[in-house]
């Protein structure tokens, strides 16, 4: 027992490892259109505030890793994900995941639709409403015979920082929900989510998984 207790707590030790050296980048056409859209943006700005205030600004974004609160992905734009999946002997095998949350919606019809996929689907509380959104995953694995087990959990952050209370609720889809599958290499998964937000507040979503996560804009 303590032999298996001990290869157990080493595994997680091991996947928490790997969970903090995830490398998060934006895929190259995404990150092509975003280096775009900010040059004219920086020349709109340098007319108005000067070329010292304009660096100071794009030295401070660039500091900060993609993917992180301070830097989320942003939104419908694709996360490049450096991970790893582990074996049934525990090796660390090397994998690359591709993650894109879209298609963001909240408010009333979101409801009326959790209910259509599910009867059951409780109202949210008062001052919370339901976002829905789409996520697609894509997998690159070293070893074609290894899967990753997709297992989400999406947790939410208000503007402040702070985690928003899901309060148990986890609405379920019909067919179409994210998640809980196996991917191979090459092979991909996409489905739909929901969470409890404060209405009229804008939040961010950190996908969590066994070795992934990273930080998303939904807006």
């Known amino acids: 027992v303590k032999k298996f207790l001990f290869s157990l707590s080493l595994l997680i030790l091991l996947m928490l490892g790997a969970c903090a050296d995830n490398d998060i980048a934006l895929k190259e056409e995404d990150a092509e259109e975003a280096t775009e859209v900010d040059t004219e943006e920086v020349q709109e700005e340098s007319a108005e505030v000067g070329e010292s205030e304009e660096t100071d600004e794009v030295s401070e974004e660039d500091s900060s890793p993609v993917g992180t609160i301070t830097n989320p992905v942003p939104y419908g734009e694709t996360a490049v994900i450096q991970s790893g999946v582990y074996d049934d002997d525990g090796n660390l095998?090397?994998?690359?995941?591709?993650?894109?949350?879209?298609?963001?919606?909240?408010?009333?019809?979101?409801?009326?639709?959790?209910?259509?996929?599910?009867?059951?689907?409780?109202?949210?509380?008062e001052g919370y409403e339901w976002m829905m959104f789409d996520?697609?995953?894509?997998?690159?694995?070293?070893?074609?015979?290894?899967?990753?087990?997709?297992?989400?959990?999406?947790?939410?952050?208000?503007?402040?920082?702070?985690?928003?209370?899901?309060?148990?609720?986890?609405?379920?889809?019909?067919?179409?929900?994210f998640g809980w599958v196996d991917v191979y290499d090459g092979g991909s998964t996409s489905g739909k989510a929901a969470v409890l937000v404060p209405?009229?507040?804008?939040?961010?979503?950190?996908?969590?998984d066994i070795n992934i996560e990273g930080f998303f804009a939904v807006e």
């Open 199 to 208: 209405v009229g507040e804008s939040v961010l979503i950190e996908y969590s």
């Open 93 to 125: 095998i090397d994998a690359e995941f591709e993650i894109t949350i879209s298609n963001a919606e909240r408010g009333d019809h979101v409801m009326d639709f959790l209910l259509e996929q599910n009867m059951f689907n409780e109202e949210p509380p």
């Open 135 to 177: 996520v697609e995953f894509s997998a690159k694995i070293d070893d074609p015979n290894q899967a990753a087990f997709v297992a989400p959990t999406f947790n939410v952050f208000d503007e402040s920082g702070s985690p928003v209370n899901q309060q148990d609720l986890f609405p379920t889809f019909d067919g179409i929900e």
